[in-house]
């Protein structure tokens, strides 16, 4: 049977394969190969995301800032619903990580005239549960804003299909061969040929180099552990801030009438279907317990997911310097839904117009910046 082709193939349809592929639509023929029977079975369908524009590096931010006008315009038939939401974000210390709290607030303060310092007796009064003796001072970030993943997700997937774009569902990548100018891939679904191909493989994006014959970018996928719980008693949790200490050592928040809870690890590991380990479980419960008065019966429900890094902690997107048409949409870490937008605007610019667009490279983002050719063995 011959090859299907196209003028683009997406391999991956999580968030940053799904917005990539519904901006490049636009542009031209664009099919998207994904390994499992649903799109965003993985990292995107586990992600509890929030969107503040203080949070990872400098890139990170700006690529974040520069998603946010799309999202407030959820309502331009894009989404169902509204995909920002408040929230809040309250940073806490317990006396051991004062230091950590200062350090935060010199690097955040300048970045929101919202942002404010509190005393503990006002953190405690925004999440009453917290402990008094446990939360010296704190940092506020009203504008922090929770994401409706999956809300975003669908919008993505239909607005890539109205453009006319086709998803091949089950279709793991198990070859990749450039060929007569176009890159041939091999699926359980048949043959996909076409000039571009963009690596938006998740935790499996150097696998799929190593398929192209191409060295790997150092990818590291880390367990994130979650669990839900039910809502302490006697707390009317609805406007309760996202409360994480300034360690960094877990959080929790509001989710749906309940609380989200996690231990903030990190932990590395192959990409995999992966699992929460009891281990972690116990340690988000301890830490809750240390942190708050609320007492936990029972987990309602556990899961982890992947938060792909690479070594800089900064998103690759770029065309690979060693191999025509190989085009890397990888190693959002744990800012991939906050940066979709962005990350995909880029991604279509750099494709369709060999630029990034210009209200974001104004925002100090570079080609450069983004590149895997930052990467050993590539300059």
Not at 147 to 152: K, P, Y
Not at 161 to 171: F, S
Not at 268 to 294: K, Y
Request: glycine share 10%; charged share 20%; proline share 7%.
């Amino acid at each position: 049977m011959a090859a299907q082709t196209a003028d683009i193939l997406v391999i991956g349809a999580g968030m940053a394969g799904a917005a990539a592929a519904a901006h490049l639509a636009a542009h031209g023929r664009v099919v998207v190969l994904e390994r499992e029977a649903q799109p965003g079975y993985h990292s995107t369908g586990r992600s509890a995301a929030l969107f503040t524009e203080t949070y990872g590096n400098a890139t990170v931010r700006m690529m974040t800032r520069a998603s946010r006008a799309f999202y407030d315009a959820w309502a331009d038939g894009f989404a169902e619903y509204p995909i920002l939401s408040p929230r809040g974000t309250l940073i806490y210390a317990p006396p051991e990580q004062m230091p950590a709290l200062d350090a935060a607030w010199a690097e955040m303060s300048p970045l929101d005239s919202t942002i404010r310092r509190l005393d503990g007796a006002d953190a405690c009064a925004l999440v009453p549960a917290l402990r008094p003796e446990r939360v010296m001072a704190a940092i506020f970030e009203p504008n922090a804003m929770d994401i409706d993943v999956h809300n975003l997700h669908q919008g993505y997937l239909r607005l890539f299909r109205r453009r006319g774009g086709t998803l091949a569902t089950d279709a793991p990548v198990t070859a990749l061969t450039r060929r007569g100018g176009a890159w041939l891939a091999a699926t359980p679904q048949g043959e996909f040929a076409a000039p571009v191909v963009v690596n938006a493989a998740g935790a499996w994006a150097d696998a799929v180099a190593a398929l192209a014959g191409l060295p790997p970018i150092g990818l590291v996928p880390k367990r994130r552990t979650a669990l839900i719980v039910a809502a302490p008693e006697g707390y009317d949790i609805r406007a309760w801030p996202m409360a994480i200490d300034a360690e960094e050592t877990g959080y929790f928040k509001p989710e749906a009438g309940k609380l989200l809870v996690t231990p903030a690890d990190e932990t590395p590991v192959e990409p995999c279907d992966v699992q929460p380990e009891e281990l972690d479980i116990a340690v988000a419960i301890d830490r809750l317990l240390q942190a708050t008065t609320i007492t936990v019966s029972r987990v309602e429900r556990r899961w982890a997911g992947l938060r792909s890094f690479v070594g800089d902690k900064t998103p690759v997107a770029g065309f690979d310097p060693l191999a025509d048409g190989f085009f890397w949409l990888a190693g959002q870490g744990g800012y991939g839904i906050m940066t979709a937008e962005g990350m995909a605007r880029v991604t279509a610019g750099l494709i369709a117009e060999g630029a990034i667009p210009g209200d974001i490279a104004a925002l100090g983002i570079s080609a450069e910046t983004l590149g895997p050719a930052r990467f050993a063995g590539r300059r």
